[in-house]
């Protein structure tokens, strides 16, 4: 008896009959990397976004009040959030990231305020501020990775997905409640 091979990897079917178009492992390995790919797309549109209005901000070319910009990124977040509610699909998220990205960069442009900026050497503080911030994130984003691929592959995941964005939903709700009343809800 005569199994065949997947073509790419050289793996065994378990049947002869039909022939899938690629086996387990090799769509896996095609999901795993699509994945990734609109991942990093997604990062490099919050990156750029955030660098941009961080700058603005900072070079004092755009100023809004800090106030505005926390309400505007507890609506983001509350957004994400209940988005993930309704739908699974991911395609246009670069986009909406972008968007995004720029009100947090307004708002890490408050954070660098508040740390106190340098009188001299203005760029190079931006430069490495934002340098920071982008390899935390890549580190986050690191660690996170094989712990929400391994959730994605179980059955539950979604139920998972929905429980955290609830947990999302309301962090943000209740942020933004904090921001726009001035009374406090949460410990931090
Ligand atoms: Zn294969």
Known sequence: MYFPLCNTCGMQFASQTPVPASCP????????????????????????????????????????????????????????AAENLWTSSTSHRWLLTFGFGLVHGFGFANVLRELGLPSSGLARSLLSFNVGVEAGQIVIVGLMWPLLWWVSRQQWSSRFRVGVSILILLFGLAWFFERTSGVKLLPF
């Open 25 to 80: 492992v090799c769509e896996d390995e095609r999901q795993y990397v699509g994945w990734a790919g609109q991942a990093w797309t997604t990062h490099d549109a919050l990156a750029k976004a955030h660098t941009l209005t961080l700058a603005l901000a900072v070079l004092q070319i755009v100023r809004l009040l800090p106030q505005l910009v926390e309400i505007g990124i507890a609506l983001t977040i509350v957004y994400v």
